[in-house]
């Protein structure tokens, strides 16, 4: 398919449910570590060089034809938080619905079957650039700029900052996120031959953490 493809699926306005969560910004904002542009900026690198790495490895794996079954305990493995575990795997129910009215594929179905309450996120994305026709390089892509679009969105919210400072600020991670986006297909391409332990594994503990403590609060503006 065309790039229009990777457009949808990098679009915030994908009914994915991904509007609804910050990506840890919002625990960040209330902690005072995230008050201004470049905090923002700040938090942003650091999750993208973290977790971004790790789930577009992941989506770059599923693309690449590696089995979504076992993606699915690898994510999990790289999720230690029961918080974000949960979160991953309901943004992976709600991607579901989304990719297979858009981008239907057996693998798609057959993922839908065995992990009805959700696979992770980032494995159904992968499936779903993978039924677009799409490379794993652009399924990372897609995962990574995910990663830090969703908490510039929600900071934009949750601080009143200026949109167009938002959208610099991702301008100006264009190029690290070029580049864990294809460190992310180069680990995918390795798995191959090295397995599954050869994809990105980075952590970010103060986000496990937050995301722990976040979950139990009883007024929130985003779900995660």
Request: proline share 6%.
């Amino acid at each position: 398919m065309s790039r229009a493809a990777l457009l949808l699926l990098a679009d915030g306005r994908f009914p994915a449910g991904g509007h609804a969560h910050s990506g840890g910004v919002e625990a960040a904002v209330a902690h005072g570590s995230v008050h201004d542009t470049a905090g923002l900026e700040t938090f942003c690198r650091g999750r993208l060089h973290t977790t971004g790495l790790t789930t577009a490895g992941l989506a770059a794996a599923a693309a690449a034809g590696h089995d979504p079954l076992l993606l699915d305990a690898a994510a999990d493995a790289r999720t230690p938080a029961p918080a974000l575990r949960a979160v991953a795997r309901r943004l992976g129910r709600q991607m579901m619905r989304a990719a297979r009215a858009t981008f239907p594929s057996a693998a798609l179905e057959a993922l839908a079957v065995a992990r009805p309450r959700g696979a992770h996120q980032p494995i159904v994305l992968g499936l779903a650039a993978r039924a677009a026709g799409l490379a794993p390089v652009d399924a990372a892509q897609a995962a990574a700029y995910e990663n830090i679009s969703g908490p510039a969105t929600a900071a934009v919210r949750l601080l009143s900052l200026d949109p167009l400072s938002a959208s610099g600020l991702l301008a100006r991670l264009g190029p690290e996120t070029d580049a864990v986006a294809q460190a992310a297909a180069d680990a995918a391409h390795r798995a191959v031959t090295e397995g599954l332990d050869a994809l990105p594994s980075a952590s970010a503990p103060l986000s496990d953490i937050t995301g722990e403590q976040h979950a139990a609060w009883a007024v929130r503006l985003f779900a995660s």
